[in-house]
């Protein structure tokens, strides 16, 4: 077998996500859980434009999910307690010996780490779950490890962070070269670009510990978005500085340097919690569309998409209003998993 993962852009045959149910992530306020559900449904109904999207629920919440959600996504029952489904779903691939084959690595997932407040045991099934209603061959892997903690170009580069496939939270006793096989075996990886850590916010108790989908993502071979704060009063000043100088010295899996294109951050620094992660980077590529982080931010959301509809060509951007989600730790790409269409 010869697993790959293709590039985002390649065409999709439906996008997979997770409705929110009661719990730490949602909100201990009825103010805050409509919120979340709200915000899961807008990302949900955006992408129900463009694609085929297939909704996992928790039985619990399927009455609400019906109400809430459009009547061409299609509804799976299964019990879960987180729900970025990029993290706790599978991430598919396609079997370049067997045309028509798709693949769903199903990810060892312990909660970015097992931390005390994570409730993910019950969404640590979903990668199999997934997997099988797809019909894909579940690849099972033991790298703890979520799919917000890659991206790929479908030619064998894949970006990832130090702090997280080498969290030793996740993978006591990994190293690189362990990390790399394992992703050349189930992804298809040959070109590795390690980028030694995230976003500042990132590593708060309720972050991921350095996603690489909330600071860069491969568009085309050989092209890179980075997330780029502009203001030095924020600490991601001089950490996207520094990424930016790493990343200009880094080859993908054809020998080429990468042209890096700045998506800048929008101006707000703060919330109540801290310095926000508020990047554009955290975008979900459809079939002939993108669907955007917004920030309430007119200007920055609009210049942001000017960005995306160059990287993209051809593709319809459309904002959904994203501080909901990252109030609760990650964005629209954390919260959506796309199944690429295979070649029958």
């Known amino acids: 077998m010869s697993w790959r993962m293709p590039a985002e852009t390649d065409r999709h045959e439906r996008t997979w996500m997770a409705f929110p149910r009661e ?53 799976l029952e299964a019990p879960l307690d987180e729900f970025w489904m990029r993290d706790v779903g599978p991430t598919f691939v396609v ?11 199903d990810w060892t997932f312990n909660g970015w780490g097992a931390p005390d407040w994570a409730e993910w045991r019950l969404s640590a099934e979903l990668g199999r779950i997934a997997g099988d209603a797809a019909g894909a061959e579940v690849v099972s892997s033991l790298l703890v490890n979520e799919g917000g903690g890659i991206h790929v170009d479908g030619e064998g580069t894949v970006l990832l962070t130090e702090t997280v496939q080498l969290d030793p939270r996740r993978n006591r006793f990994a190293d690189k070269a362990r990390v790399e ?26 972050g991921t510990n350095g996603h690489v989908d909330i600071v860069a993502t491969i568009v085309s071979p050989g092209r890179l978005l980075l997330h780029r704060q502009n203001d030095p009063a924020h600490p991601d000043f ?33 919330d109540s919690e801290g310095f926000v992660d508020w990047s554009y ?3 979900l590529v459809v079939n002939d569309g993108v669907i955007a982080c917004g920030f309430g931010e007119e200007k920055a959301d609009a210049a942001a998409r000017e960005i995306l509809a160059d990287a993209y060509p051809g593709r319809r951007v459309v904002t959904v209003d994203a501080r909901p989600i990252f109030d609760r730790g990650g964005g629209i790409h954390c919260i959506t998993q796309q199944q690429p269409a295979v070649a029958s």
């Open 23 to 75: 719990g730490i992530t949602l909100g201990d306020t009825d103010v805050l859980r409509e919120e979340g559900y709200a915000a899961w449904t807008a990302v949900a109904n955006a992408v129900a434009e463009f694609e085929p999207l297939t909704m996992v629920v928790d039985p619990s919440e399927t009455v609400r999910a019906r109400r809430m959600l459009g009547s061409d996504v299609e509804i």
């Open 95 to 105: 079997d370049g010996a067997r045309p028509g084959v798709l693949g769903a690595v």
């Open 181 to 206: 096989a394992e992703l050349s075996r189930t992804i298809g990886a040959t070109a590795f670009v390690w980028l030694p850590r995230g976003l500042t916010r990132d590593y708060d108790d309720f």
């Open 238 to 270: 001089e950490v996207t500085r520094d990424l930016r100088a790493l990343l200009e010295q880094q080859t993908d899996a054809a020998g080429r340097r990468f042209e890096i294109v700045d998506l800048p951050a929008p101006e707000t620094l703060k």
């Open 281 to 283: 980077v955290n975008h």
